[in-house]
């Protein structure tokens, strides 16, 4: 089935420091991911719909500058964390659609969970 | 604004007994929507997806209603078992099932106890 592999699945950094979340899909090629962020106990919440050959589109409130979108190929997504802070500690998830049709949803990836120390 | 409202509270069960989970929606009109299981730690994964113009929609144990009169979906999970012990969220979509972007629900903890 569709898989989308999701690196590393946890991280320690130093504040000030840029991370990136590099995400694959590992058997199709993905036009659209999507990069979401889940804080303990709540729901994902969309950060970012990626494209690939395109700039990425930003939910309201989400900083485009922070958060560096790139999806320079089908099936590479990623996400880098600039000058992360605290605050910026989640866990950080992507998404593609599966080519084979709607009736399949959205295959994620592991997620990895981000600390910012 | 768009609001999307799962349980909030866990649901505990019997094992055997059917589990019954609620999303409802508000200012919004989903041409479909779709339901994933999260286990702690992990990525969602995909349960099942029903459309505006389907009733109800079945996958093994698992049954899904749309109504979008009331602007609700029911998921059901029928004779229940521990390992269906997870966190289960709602995400109604619109534009393609492909590709459109999915605002999900906070989830409902289910804990099934043997």
């Known amino acids: 089935g569709a898989v989308v592999s999701q690196h590393p699945s946890w991280v320690i950094c130093k504040s000030g420091t840029s991370v990136k979340i590099e995400c694959r899909s590992l058997?199709?090629?993905?036009?659209?991911m999507f990069w979401y962020r889940q804080f303990p106990k709540q729901s994902l919440m969309l950060m970012a719909t990626?494209?690939?050959?395109?700039?990425?589109?930003?939910e309201q409130g989400v900083e485009k500058d922070k958060f560096l979108i790139n999806h320079a190929s089908l099936t590479l997504s990623t996400l880098t964390v600039t000058s992360a802070h605290p605050e910026d500690s989640s866990f950080y998830i992507c998404?593609?659609?599966?080519?084979?049709?709607?009736?399949?949803?959205?295959?994620f990836g592991s997620g990895t969970r981000l600390t910012v120390v | 604004s768009q609001k999307i409202e799962q349980n909030s509270e866990a649901l505990n069960i019997q094992e055997g007994k059917t589990a019954t989970l609620t999303c409802n929606y508000t200012?919004?009109?989903?041409?479909?929507l779709q339901w994933y299981r999260q286990d702690p730690g992990r990525g969602p994964v995909f349960l099942l997806l029903?459309?505006?113009?389907?009733k109800e929609k079945r996958k093994e144990r698992l049954k899904v209603t749309f109504d979008t009169t009331l602007k609700q979906s029911l998921f059901h999970i029928t004779a229940s078992q521990p390992a269906d012990s997870a966190t289960y969220l709602c995400?109604?979509?619109?534009?393609?099932?492909?590709?459109?972007?999915?605002?999900f629900g906070q989830g409902t903890t289910l804990q099934v106890k043997p």
């Open positions: 998404s593609a659609s599966i080519p084979t049709g709607g009736e399949n949803g959205y295959t």
């Open positions: 058997d199709f090629q993905a036009t659209t």
């Open positions: 990626s494209n690939e050959g395109s700039k990425a589109t930003y």
């Open positions: 200012n919004y009109s989903p041409a479909y």
């Open positions: 029903i459309r505006e113009n389907e």
């Open positions: 995400a109604p979509g619109q534009g393609s099932s492909n590709t459109g972007k999915l605002i």
